[in-house]
């Protein structure tokens, strides 16, 4: 429903229509109050609007429940900005940079906001501040009434609150001028103006409407219904619960076209872990609620706690049904947390029931079979269905590694390797076999240095002594004059950030100019170890080439 709304929204925004874009996402956000992009979304539409503190506020919630999202940094930036609080606006912009380097939004609104700080302003700048947008928006004097709908115009003042330093170049803009002529007058002119017109009379209030016998004795059961069910949230809030029962249970006699006061019943049981009658309680709440036409909300709620009820019994299945069912009978943020949080329950507890050290075991043993025959898919199944058993078993994931790499499926075998070395980081054989993966791919640079962490680990592991070996070869062998390939192998190794970086520092260049000039400047940088690791791993990954 939420994001049905934020599509609405979303249209009305992108037609201009801004109040209506607000109403929409304000409709989304009290269906699903976590939703960061709502307050996103509204956010820009009240700086559209020109409404800065509104902005500010959404954006504030945003990035509070969003702190790694970079775009709601942008939205706080930009409404800081409109308020004309630059440092603060140039922090936000910061903090965003901080998650996202690379975001355009943040860049520009940073460059503005330091831009609007340092810039000499013209004395007049002073005038334009959030004050005075508000006192246009809400201002009866026709003539500001008229600039208020040149929307243009508004566009124009709401650029220089934010960038006072562009106020010279409109000063004289026959509507500015009109403006600072409302806002900026002398004693004498204020003397001057005009006596306001007297305020409206106030309405008369309308007569109370004399209520019906049948109304008052309704009014005066509920009022008596209502006083036993305080009485009964007393003894609740005590843990007194058989006597919150029985003040509850008077409220429902009392007042019997009240589905509340059985639904209060069903929390204290609930309370108490008293499952099958909660459950019998809600059930009533729910039959009754539905003969009577009670309120969808009671209904809903009545369902909600039954679904809460199953929840605690680790029922989940249930659980979900009913959570699900309330949500059709009326769309409430607190269900919908609430079937979330169950069905991540009903995922972990699914986990855990098919957990089984011995069976992965099997499995792994399975798959090893397969391997030995060359059968790599089939060991590849085997692998998988251990890894379902028991998730946390490292060595399995380096043996799938070895089926994927045998398949040529270097990029499933890498995410194997990384995966087993985070749960296990001095696995000799998952270094073995990601340094291999890299030799395959020709990223010479990066097996280098695996096979490299495979010696530290164990100085006297062949397979790494062997690969290291044959990696400097290979290197050597690519790495002369004319190859080639030299071509495709600068693509490959530039497609590699690390690579890239390096090539793109700054200083790392001036070193390779000088490098270039005269190979013998190499001896300078070798009592810089941070220098010649670069340089050996643009060697590797085929940048550099020596003859």
Known sequence: MSDEYKSKGNTAFQSKNFEEAITWFTKGIEVDSKNHVLYSNRSAAYGSLHKWNEAFQDALKCVEVAPTWAKGYSRLGSALHGLGRFDEAISAFDKGLGVDPNMDALKTGKAAAQHAKAVPTHPLAQVFTPQLLQMMVTSNDPKIKELRDDRDFMGLVTKMIQDPSIVGQHIQDPRVMTLLSLVVRSPDEKDNEPTPPPPPKKKEPE?????????????EIHKQAEELKTQGTAHYKKKEFEKAIEFYTKASEVEKSNIVYLNNIAAVHLEKGDYEACLKQCDEAIEKGRELNSDFKDIAKAITRKGTCYSKQGMWEEATKEFKTS???HRCADTLDKLN??????????????????????ARLEGNEFFKTQKFKDAIDCYSEAIKRNPKAHAVYSNRAAAYIKMGAYDDAERDCNKCLKLEPTFTKAVTRLATIYYFRKEYHKAMVEYKKGMDMDPENVECKQGFERTMAKIQETSGVGGENDEQRTQRAMADPE???IFNDTYMQQVLRELQENPRNLNHYLKSPDVMAKINKLIAAGIIKTA
């Open 327 to 329: 949500l059709l009978e």
């Open 207 to 219: 007569p109370v409407k004399e209520l019906t016998e049948e109304e008052k004795a309704k009014l």
């Open 341 to 362: 949080k169950c069905q991540e329950a009903a995922k972990k507890a699914k986990e855990e029931a098919y957990f089984s050290e011995e069976l992965c075991e099997k």
């Open 499 to 501: 690579i890239r970086a």
